[in-house]
C-alpha cells in the first residue's frame, strides 16, 4: 500500500527566506506527482504536476522536484512571502486512477 | 470554465438520516474521485469513478454509495448518517491522458449529530 509522508508538519518562517518542503512516498511506481495549496476552509489548488519521467517542474518562485528511485520530492519555495501562508499537500498517483495524499505541511510566513 | 461544482457547501444531518452529496465537472474529464479530509489525517479515498457506468472503492468506502450515469456527474451517497462521518468532503475530476492535473471542487463540510 503506497503511503505519503510530508515532513515538516507545520513550518513558520519570516519574509523572504527560501524554504523546502518535503514528501516522501513508500512505492516508487508511480506514474506522477502533484502539488497542490490548500487555504483556510477552502478547496485545493494544483501547484504542480511532476511526470514519472521528469526530474523537476518550475512555476514562478515554486519548484519541484521528483526522485522516484528514492521516493522523495521537494517543493522549493523562493523569497517566501505572506500570501504563500497555506497547507501544502504533495500526492502520488499510482495508477488506480486517484491520487494518495500525504497529511500536509502548514505553512506560515510572518511579515 | 466552472471546472468542479459541488453543492452543498455545508450540510448538518441527524444520526441515520440520509443524503446524498453532488459532484458536477464541465471539463470532460473521465476520471472523477470522492475524498474525505479530517484533521491531521490529509484526504482519504472513498470512491471512485473512471468513466459513466464505472465506479470502484477507495480507501474508505463503508456507509457511502456512489453512481456514474453520466461523464459529468458523480453523486456520494450517505446511506444512514454517523457521527463519524462528520469530515469535509471533496470531488475531483482530471483526464485519463494529457493534461494529467487534478481538479478539485470547493468541499462540503458536513457535520451529523
Known amino acids: 500500500k503506497q503511503e505519503v509522508t510530508q515532513i515538516p508538519a507545520a513550518l513558520s518562517v519570516p519574509e523572504g527566506e527560501n524554504l523546502v518542503l518535503n514528501c516522501s512516498f513508500t512505492?516508487?511506481?508511480?506514474?506522477?506527482l502533484q502539488w497542490f495549496r490548500q487555504d483556510p476552509g477552502k478547496g485545493l489548488t494544483s501547484l504542480l504536476l511532476?511526470?514519472?519521467?521528469?526530474r523537476e517542474q518550475t512555476s514562478g518562485r515554486l519548484n519541484a522536484s521528483l526522485d522516484k528511485s528514492s521516493g522523495r520530492s521537494t517543493l522549493y519555495i523562493a523569497a517566501s512571502q505572506p500570501g504563500d501562508s497555506a497547507t501544502y499537500l504533495c500526492?502520488?498517483?499510482?495508477?488506480?486512477?486517484?491520487?494518495?495524499f500525504g497529511s500536509g505541511t502548514r505553512l506560515q510566513v510572518q511579515p | 470554465n466552472a471546472g468542479v461544482t459541488q453543492t452543498p457547501k455545508f450540510q448538518v444531518l441527524k444520526t441515520g438520516q440520509s443524503m446524498t452529496l453532488q459532484c458536477a465537472q464541465d471539463?470532460?474529464?473521465?476520471?472523477m474521485s470522492w475524498y474525505r479530509q479530517d484533521p491531521g489525517m490529509g484526504l482519504r479515498l472513498i470512491h471512485y469513478?473512471?468513466?459513466?457506468?464505472?465506479?470502484d472503492q477507495g480507501e474508505v468506502p463503508n456507509g457511502y454509495n456512489v453512481s456514474r450515469s453520466t461523464t459529468e456527474d458523480f453523486p456520494l451517497r450517505l446511506l444512514s448518517a454517523a457521527p463519524s462521518q462528520t469530515s469535509v468532503y471533496f470531488c475531483?475530476?482530471?483526464?485519463?491522458?494529457?493534461?494529467?492535473?487534478?481538479?478539485f471542487g470547493q468541499g462540503t463540510r458536513l457535520t451529523v449529530v
Open positions: 475531483a475530476s482530471r483526464a485519463p491522458r494529457g493534461q494529467l492535473e487534478a481538479f
Open positions: 512505492d516508487s511506481a508511480i506514474y506522477n
Open positions: 511532476i511526470q514519472s519521467s521528469q
Open positions: 500526492a502520488v498517483d499510482t495508477g488506480r486512477r486517484a491520487l494518495t
Open positions: 471539463m470532460n474529464h473521465e476520471y
Open positions: 469513478s473512471v468513466g459513466a457506468g464505472i465506479t
